[in-house]
């Protein structure tokens, strides 16, 4: 492109119009996703009254009652959990996500549905997040 004595080039670079990209899912966050895993933050940080905050502005919008104030990282992580879980329903794998990641992926937290249900006690961790960690991809969850 040039024009009054400046000239610039421009790559783009889009999406191609094809049969396999037509089809395929668009990853979408919510606002509540972004404020819970706000509060998960703030949870780890243990600073458990703006993690309490953002669970409530989520919980007050479906006109819930507000909590008191997290006593302890436990009932915060249980709390957010719960929200999660239900604000975010049929939304996408946060649930298994968060479950592993609070060492909870277990039949306590996430049940069969029939006898013969398999139950999946782990899941492959993408190369990305195993390169984040050093190749140190044990759960911990302190």
Request: glycine fraction near 4%; aromatic fraction near 10%.
């Amino acid at each position: 492109i040039s024009g009054q004595g400046i000239s610039t080039s421009i790559t783009f670079v889009g999406a191609v119009p094809t049969l396999t990209n037509q089809s395929a899912p668009i990853g979408i966050l919510r606002d509540e996703e972004l404020v819970l895993l706000r509060a998960q933050a703030y949870i780890e940080a243990n600073n458990f009254a703006a993690a309490t905050a953002d669970v409530n502005s989520v919980r007050t919008t479906y006109g819930l009652a507000p909590l008191a104030v997290f006593a302890n990282k436990e009932a915060a992580r249980s709390a957010v959990l719960y929200e999660k879980r239900f604000s975010l329903l049929f939304e996408g794998p946060q649930r298994l996500v968060d479950l592993r990641a609070y060492g909870r992926l277990n039949n306590t937290y996430f049940r069969k549905e029939t006898a013969t249900d398999p139950f999946n006690a782990a899941f492959p961790i993408p190369r990305a997040e195993q390169d984040a960690r050093n190749n140190d991809v044990a759960c911990k969850a302190s």
